[in-house]
Structure formats: structure tokens, C-alpha cells
């Protein structure tokens, strides 16, 4: 009998670690806050890892090697070892893996929402408040060996948007935001002016006149049998700034979910009818905006000033064959607003990190490198590229890059003039973004608002009623797809710190098989034991 109560609780207590080992495991290596030694002992070699994001984007990649070029020359002590990643969810998981391992890398192209996960239960990404200020090594530090730009020459809305529970806990490295690419010869061809602001009302407008069609079924603005005038790139942004817009729920900084409400409901219902007419549809659904919009097929496009060199007749990048581009005046324009007087539009873009490791002069060696990527050269080159906008006043008022934003329009390539013109909307309306609220969660938060429109438009293409009934349960399908039901109740501890929130998959297998491990190794142990004490009793006896 005290054998069988001894495995039974034996085995009790395996369950009940293992159930501990997944609450705590994500996010929970015992360390402190990170504290910034007081010299950088250059006598030693350093290896770090760098987890960047590149769309095989050559130019990007030559940019990020560049920049490890320099930055080894000027501490050949640091060796940076660079891994690309296709896309931020695959960097996002990796790194939730790896924390359960302690293998994150040094430094890692992230985002806010990521880093809220990251840092549950723990300081595994380090605390960068003091690191930013710091006399010798911070931003603008005496003893950093390069120009380093200073706090206060970080764009101050970008910096704001890498704080996590009140704290830093990454620098900004490119912002973009949304812009809507528009057609303006179909336009004007239609019968109507742009107006200084576009607002939704406007682009159904448009849309809707614009699907007339002529006796042998083309449509009469562009003479082809295909046309979807408005196609959204991000429907996760499209819901989170309309609803910013309308002022409704969305949720706040502790976790508490407000998205599910009558404007929501509103919101949906006005999409859905304008996909009945055949006027909207999505990435995920149709393809890429720049696809259709090149080729004439496509009058509003929404996608990020990020992938400006895609948008238009002249466009560098094309993903179509070049006899079937369409000719047509290009305009770059501020997201469709729903009060223009008062425009709200999201700021978006990769930020950086680091993770806390054991040797805190290795840690040091990440953040000089993560300060070098703010380096006006670093800044210029990779804004360069796309329409992205560089995040520090030093580098966007440096004679080198005001050179190149008056250069617009004087090629197809480098001085293209949607690229440019993507980067200046962005500049010029930096006090009219926002980002929405971090939390451990957020970041599935943010992909239950766009499933809501993807799922609304596959149902009324597939001409099923969308009605209260629907929506009801599209509410309560995508909360509990999302586990939205969860972080509602668990989004915070209430002190601000974020609490245990949903992992992705691949860690929870991850998890679970480790602890399974466990528990198998320790039922073997004992029973080990077991049988060795029931043949000593027999041999006693």
C-alpha cells in the first residue's frame, strides 16, 4: 500500500511541475535587471547573434551586411553573426522556442507586441532605461566608438511606441505607416476630384461607380473583364483605425478586450455590403494590392508606405509581366479617414531588442551593435530602399537625406517618385499616428480584428446570410480562436505587469513534450527504486 500511495503521488507531483514547467517556463529565467558595466573590456572576443527580417530583399541584405562590416572595424573584438528571417511570426516563434531552451539570440528585429510575451514573468529582454541614459556607453555615450545619436534625437513618438509595462525595452529602427496608392487617372476618368483627405465614404464611392460595365461585360473604366476597385493589403490595420477612428473599443493597456461591439458590428456589416457588389476584397483573398493595381484592375489600394517600390506604372519591383502594366498617373494619399479633421493612421515598422545572457559585458556588445543600426548611414541607406522613414531627427534632417527627398521623381529606381512621396506622408503626419496598446496577447488581439473582414468577405463571396446571428458568432468563434476569452480575464496581474497569455503553437508542443520527458523519466526512477526495495525485502526475508 505505501508503494502504490508513494507512485501515486510521486506521479501527482511530476503532473503537477510539469503544469508549473508550462506556466512558468515561458518567459521565466531568474534574473534581474540588466546593469551596464562601467568599462567595455575591448581585451576580450565576443560572438553575437543577430535575428534580423528581409523580404529577399538584396539591397536590405546588403545593407544589414554592410553594417556589420562597420561595425566589426570598429570592434574587432565583436563578431556578429546575422540569421534572416521571410517573416516576423517565424522570428516571433523561433524566439519563444529558444526562450524555453535559453538560446535566444543577442539581438533580434521585433516588435512591441512580441516583446510583451517575451517578457512574461521575467527580464529575458533587457530593461534599456538605463542603458539609454547611460554617460559612457548609452545613446550619444562618451565612450561609444561611433556617432552615436542621443535620446533626444530619436523621433520622440517612435521611441514612445517601444515602451512595454513603462519601460524601454527596444529602440526603434524603421517606422512606415499605411498609405492608400490611387489611380488617379481612373479617378478623375470616373468623374470626380481627389480630395485633400480621403475618407471611407469617398472610396465606396468611387468604388461603386466604377463598376459599371459595357455591353460585352468589361468594365467600363479599364476595358477588362476584371476589376476590384478597392483591395486592403492588412485588414488587421483596417479594422484597428477604423475603429480608432470612430473612437470604439478596441482594448486597453491591461488587457481588457473591447473589440467586440456595435461599431464592430457596423464596421463589418458596411464591408460586407460593398463585397456583395463586388467592390473590396483582400490580400488573403485576392493577392497582393500592387498585382491588381498595376495592371489597371485596381483603383484604391491600401498597403504600407514599406512597399512603395511595388506601387504604380513605373514601379522598380513588379510581380506581373511588364505588357500587362497599365499606364496611369500614380497618387500617394493618407488612409481613408472618417472624420479628415481629425485623421488618425497607424505607425508600424521593426524595432530591436536584446536578450539578457549571463555575461553582462556580452550583453554590452549587444547594445552597441543595436546602437549602431541608428547610425545615419545605417538610417539613410535602408530608408532608402523602401518607404520607410528613418527614426531619428539627426538622420532625417542630415543634409544627406533631405538631398535625396528633393530628388524625387528624377528616376525609377532610387529617386522613384511613390517611394519618395510614401516617406514624406509619413513624416509630415508623424503627431497623427498611433500604436495600439502591448500586452502579452496583443499581438493575437491584432490578428483577431483583421479575421474578423477576412472571414465577413469569404462568407458573402460564398453568399451565406450575414446577419446578428452571423455576427454573434463570428464574435465568439474568432474570441475563442484566438483565446481572447483568456486574456480577457488574464490580460494583466493589475499592476500593469502582463500576465500568462496565449502561446503559439509550436512552443506549447514544445513545452508539453518536455515535461511528458520528465514525467516519464521520473515514473521509471521510482519504479527503479520500487523494484530495489521489494527484491531487498524478499531477500531478507
Known sequence: MKTKRLI??????????????????????????????????????????????????????????????????????????????????????????????????????????????????????????????????GLGGSEVGFDSPSADEVVPEFLSECKVNGHYYALPY??????????????????????????????????????????????????????IPFIYKSTDNMMIQMLKQKDAGYSDSTGQIGIFNDTTKELLNTIAGHVKNGVFST????????????????????????????MGSDAPLLDISEENVVE????????????????KMISQGPSVCIFNKQDPQEVLASWLFMQYLLT????????????????????????????????????????YDVKIKAAKLLMSNTENTFTTPVFNGSASLRDAAGQMIENVTKSV?????????????????????????????????????????PLPGTAVTLLLSLASVWLVIGVYIILKIVRKKTKNNKNQS
Open 8 to 137: 501515486s503521488g510521486f506521479l501527482c507531483a511530476m503532473m503537477l511541475s510539469g503544469i508549473v514547467f508550462l506556466s512558468g517556463c515561458h518567459g521565466s529565467r531568474d534574473r534581474s535587471a540588466f546593469e551596464a558595466p562601467s568599462d567595455f573590456d575591448i581585451s576580450r572576443n565576443y560572438e553575437i547573434t543577430f535575428w534580423a527580417k528581409n523580404d529577399t530583399n538584396k539591397t536590405q541584405t546588403k545593407i544589414y551586411q554592410e553594417a556589420i562590416a562597420g561595425f566589426e572595424k570598429l570592434y574587432p573584438n565583436i563578431t556578429v553573426n546575422m540569421r534572416l528571417y521571410t517573416d516576423y511570426s517565424k522570428i516571433y516563434n523561433d524566439v519563444i522556442t529558444n526562450i524555453a531552451t535559453d538560446t535566444t539570440p543577442n539581438v533580434c528585429i521585433t516588435y512591441p507586441d512580441h516583446i510583451a510575451t517575451y517578457i512574461t514573468g521575467s527580464e529575458v529582454v533587457v530593461p534599456l532605461d538605463s542603458l539609454i541614459t547611460d554617460k559612457k556607453f
Open 376 to 415: 545615419d548611414d545605417v538610417q539613410i541607406s535602408y530608408s532608402e530602399t523602401e518607404g520607410y522613414v528613418p527614426v531619428t531627427l539627426k538622420a532625417q534632417n542630415s543634409e544627406k537625406y533631405q538631398e535625396y527627398l528633393s530628388r524625387e521623381g528624377e528616376d525609377t529606381n532610387e529617386h
Open 283 to 310: 490580400f488573403k483573398i485576392s493577392s497582393y494590392p500592387a498585382n491588381f493595381f498595376n495592371a489597371g484592375q485596381c483603383i484604391f489600394g491600401i498597403d504600407s508606405t514599406a512597399g512603395a517600390t511595388w
Open 328 to 343: 496611369f498617373e500614380t497618387e500617394v494619399m493618407m488612409v481613408p479617414q472618417f472624420d479628415p479633421e481629425n485623421p
Open 461 to 501: 463571396r460564398r453568399k451565406e446570410t450575414v446577419d446578428d446571428a452571423y455576427m454573434s458568432k463570428l464574435f465568439s468563434d474568432v474570441s475563442s480562436l484566438y483565446r481572447l476569452d483568456r486574456l480577457t480575464l488574464s490580460g494583466s496581474s493589475g499592476d500593469g505587469k502582463a500576465v500568462l497569455g
Open 174 to 227: 524603421m517606422r512606415s505607416t499605411e498609405a492608400c496608392y490611387v489611380n488617379k487617372t481612373y479617378v478623375e476618368a470616373l468623374g470626380y476630384e481627389l480630395p485633400e483627405v480621403l475618407t471611407w465614404d469617398y472610396i465606396w464611392e468611387v468604388s461603386e461607380a466604377a463598376m459599371a460595365k459595357n455591353p460585352d461585360g468589361t468594365y467600363k473604366i479599364n476595358g477588362q473583364k476584371v476589376l
